[in-house]
Structure formats: structure tokens, C-alpha cells
Nanobody
Framework: QVQLVESGGGLVQAGGSLRLSCAAS????????MGWFRQAPGKEREFVAA????????YYADSVKGRFTISRDNAKNTVDLQMNSLKPEDTAIYYC????????????????WGQGTQVTVSS
């Protein structure tokens, strides 16, 4: 079992930055993938970024490539999402999740989910 808790969401103006953090506890393995997803009102949950739990092997959605960076903090046992140059269309609830299998950008392949954190970008 893996427990995930997100933090760091909030309200920011367009062009600003936020850093989300996902704290993981429980049983984790270096072969797990950690992913960030987001869901805006009335829309499906969509992939944002993923990283191999042991580090390296990062993946990004085209919509955030060059603006967002996913990373591991081994000391804190967290996966962070640095979000720069934020746009109003980035407004959503952001979720972190664990995939016990190989890399995937599909929510259905992720086994554990956090409760989500709200990110609101004003224009």
C-alpha cells in the first residue's frame, strides 16, 4: 500500500510559478513510476508528467514541456513539480499517483492516488 499527499497548490497570476510536492509513504520500489495528472472542471483527467521513482526517465505532456519540471527529492521522499510560466489554462486540481508497472500516461494504469491540490492561475 502507498499513501500520497500533495501540497503546494494555490492562486497565482499568469506568468508566475508554483511548486507542488507529493509525499509518499508506505511500500515503494525503485521501479515504480510517479506521475502528476490534472483535472479541470468538466474535463477528463489528463497526464502532466512522470518520473521513475529511482530518478531519471522523465516524461512530459506537450502542453507543459519546457515550463514544468518533475523531480525526485530523495531526502524528503517526495516527487516535486516545478511549474513556471503558468497560464490560465493550467488551472485544475493536480493529483500525484503511483504506477507499479512501466511508464504510462493513462490514469487507468496508476494504482494509488493522492487527494489532489488546487492550482488556480488568474489572467
Amino acid at each position: 500500500q502507498v499513501q500520497l499527499v500533495e501540497s503546494g497548490g494555490g492562486l497565482v497570476q499568469a506568468g508566475g510559478s508554483l511548486r507542488l510536492s507529493c509525499a509518499a509513504s508506505g511500500r515503494t520500489f525503485s521501479t515504480y513510476y510517479m506521475g502528476w495528472f490534472r483535472q479541470a472542471p468538466g474535463k477528463e483527467r489528463e497526464f502532466v508528467a512522470a518520473i521513475l521513482w529511482s530518478g531519471g526517465n522523465t516524461y512530459y505532456a506537450d502542453s507543459v514541456k519546457g515550463r514544468f519540471t518533475i523531480s525526485r527529492d530523495n531526502a524528503k521522499n517526495t516527487v516535486d513539480l516545478q511549474m513556471n510560466s503558468l497560464k490560465p489554462e493550467d488551472t485544475a486540481i493536480y493529483y500525484c499517483a503511483v504506477n507499479r508497472g512501466g511508464y504510462s500516461n493513462r490514469p487507468v494504469h496508476y494504482n494509488y492516488w493522492g487527494q489532489g491540490t488546487q492550482v488556480t492561475v488568474s489572467s
